[in-house]
């Protein structure tokens, strides 16, 4: 089955903790992308790769980094969590040139 | 810059009425505009998508979508809603092989 997976869906840490959010899919796509969503605010992206070793910045990256090592694995990582990213995260991917974006079923992650 | 517009946080609409969720967008050369669709707990899910031809296109559930640009709209609709269909859209442009997402429109079927 055609799947993006991501773990942990549901984390509670504190402030300071660095946490790693994974995500991964089976069907050779290029593209990742993290978003977060935030009540009022839509979905804003966080980073995204083109393909493997090869990531850029989303319109609110500050607090967050990726890697892209291998094509189906795109972590999303916190060094520091802060209260101000606690939310609703979101990781999709597609191929290329225009395609539908699928997305995994969310990771709710609250910082205290 | 790549940007949409979701004018309405919320629609209402009685079930088997007409349903429109609206969408403008701002892009520079010829536009790929998508719907999604997020029922709670879930994942947002492919509705259709505009990439060039006919100006109808057809999507899941009965949804389709009408690109007009002119006004730079392409607005969601269903001739006939389902309380099923209560849930969250997102109008999204590509731009450069990355979406640019809408706030989002609640969508409410009343029985």
């Known amino acids: 089955e055609a799947q993006v997976t991501q773990n942990p869906r549901y984390l509670i840490t504190v402030t300071g903790k660095k946490l790693t959010v994974t995500c991964s899919q089976n069907?050779?796509?290029?593209?990742m992308s993290w978003y977060r969503q935030d009540p009022g605010l839509g979905l804003r992206q966080i980073y995204y790769?083109?393909?493997?070793?090869?990531?850029d910045k989303g319109d609110v990256p500050e607090g967050y980094k990726v890697s892209r090592k291998e094509k189906r694995n795109f972590p999303l990582i916190l060094e520091s969590p802060s209260p101000n990213q606690t939310s609703l995260y979101f990781c999709?991917?597609?191929?290329?040139?225009?395609?539908?974006?699928?997305f995994g079923e969310g990771s709710r992650l609250t910082v205290l | 810059a790549q940007s949409v517009a979701q004018p309405e946080d919320q629609v209402n609409v009685a079930e088997g009425n007409p349903l429109t969720v609206k969408c403008t967008y701002s892009?520079?050369?010829?536009?790929?505009l998508f719907w999604y669709v997020q029922y709670p707990n879930r994942g947002l899910q492919f509705l259709l998508k505009?990439?060039?031809?006919?100006?109808l296109v057809k999507g899941s559930y009965g949804f389709e979508a009408e690109f007009n640009k002119s006004q730079t709209s392409f607005h969601l609709k269903k001739p006939s809603a389902l309380v099923s269909d209560s849930a969250l859209y997102f109008c999204?442009?590509?731009?450069?092989?990355?979406?640019?997402f809408g706030t989002g429109t609640r969508l409410t079927v009343i029985p």
């Open positions: 999709a991917s597609s191929f290329l040139g225009g395609s539908s974006l699928f």
């Open positions: 069907m050779n796509h290029e593209y």
């Open positions: 790769s083109m393909n493997v070793e090869v990531t």
């Open positions: 892009v520079s050369g010829n536009p790929y």
């Open positions: 505009y990439i060039t031809g006919d100006n």
């Open positions: 999204a442009v590509d731009g450069a092989n990355n979406l640019f």
